[in-house]
DNA sequence: AATCAACTGGAACGCACATTTCAGTTATCG
DNA sequence: CGATAACTGAAATGTGCGTTCCAGTTGATT
């Protein structure tokens, strides 16, 4: 049903589709990385053309690009939801989090504008599974209950957003916001 | 000797100047403000040409305009210094400095890749400021000592960039922010 | 091996910008 | 009021992209 009869894209075509993606999540890694059509193109020895018509279009590739990153990361969030508690999960998950973020940097840096479906879906889905760490973490008291908890998940987004933007790439850097970051959102000492 | 024998300059593009560093300026505080020649152009109703000749180039135009929206911000910081002490500086002046970047967004957009150097010289003023803050705060023992001091600075600067990224403008945000982060600041709790 | 649709990539195209050109306009000065 | 040099802005130019075209190539199927 799927491939009526035997498939009628070429062997090549879909290695050559493996590899610009491989290309393109490659430089995502990459701090000072043009990520432009030619670049993932160079990257592979394909023609632009090639790279770009097998997703269809440049956003499509680095939406898979990325998606295929976050995938893992929202999975994990979701597990750790499952497995332990909600102050545990949030606190294993940033660290995990970040470290993510440093390993990947051009996750973030030239994205903007770009039109990336299902990159958005996935970016909400780790916002829900945060938002119930923190909801749950407020509930076991680990977790300051002064602030709206929807500014605390934002938050917690733009110090991703931080650590994947330092330059040099850091997890010392890291570290300290993740530091600051959770003592910060400690319930305040009573006076 | 500085202007020989009267002015050589035209009154109307001395005007013209003026107005092409007014519409400039009043972009950078427009969030989703396209920040091309043309959208500075359009609005002060002149042509291209002529706003970007008045200061040679948009590079130019560009780091006169958000120079000029950061010079006081910086007199203030170091004014605060002299004024009063070290951890009372420190906050005022980040509770100043994310009202600052509440209200101009666009200040930290698309300024990438741009040639700023006056702007680049006075933030690099900024970051001595407020190490020097924090250096004092230390001593006064009201900022951690655990985390390199450098590291300390740019993740306040980092917190700066989150708030003039979030949109819409929202000062309870920016409280929120400094809330969090002043409390991680703190020295840790002693056992 | 033969056939043919799928595929490829260099070149052409379209688009968005910043910048430069240049014929016409206008402030300024004698 | 001229005369002249500064100034203006619509159009032309240059640049860096992503995308599309198309003549040539190659994998798949018989």
Same mark, same amino acid.
Request: charged letters at 25%.
């Given at each position: ?81 499952? =497995?332990? @508690?909600?102050?545990?999960? +949030? ?6 989090? !970040?470290?993510? &973020? $440093? /390993? ?35 509930? =076991?008291? @680990?977790?300051?209950?002064? +602030? ?6 934002? !938050?917690?987004? &733009? $110090? /991703? ?31």
């Amino acid at each position: 049903m799927s491939t009526p009869t035997g498939s009628r894209r070429r062997a090549d075509a879909v290695r050559n589709r493996r590899l610009a993606l491989e290309a393109a999540t490659a430089l995502l890694s990459e701090p000072g990385a043009a990520l432009t059509v030619e670049a993932i193109a160079k990257k592979v020895g394909l023609g632009a053309a090639t790279v770009v018509r097998a997703f269809g279009g440049k956003d499509a590739l680095l939406d898979a690009a990325v998606s295929g990153l976050l995938e893992p990361v929202v999975r994990r969030a979701r597990d750790l939801l499952a =497995e332990t @508690t909600p102050t545990r999960a +949030l606190h294993v998950f940033l660290r995990e989090l !970040l470290a993510f &973020q $440093t /390993a990947h940097h051009g996750i973030n840096d030239q994205l903007g504008g770009l039109d990336l479906p299902a990159t958005t879906a996935l970016r909400a889905d780790l916002v829900r599974a945060v938002e119930e760490m923190i909801d749950g973490a407020r509930r =076991e008291g @680990t977790v300051r209950t002064d +602030l709206d908890p929807g500014v605390t998940t934002t !938050l917690i987004g &733009q $110090t /991703a957003l931080a650590v994947a933007r330092a330059r040099p790439p850091s997890q010392e850097l890291a570290d300290a916001y993740l530091t600051v970051l959770l003592d910060g959102l400690r319930p305040p000492a009573a006076p």
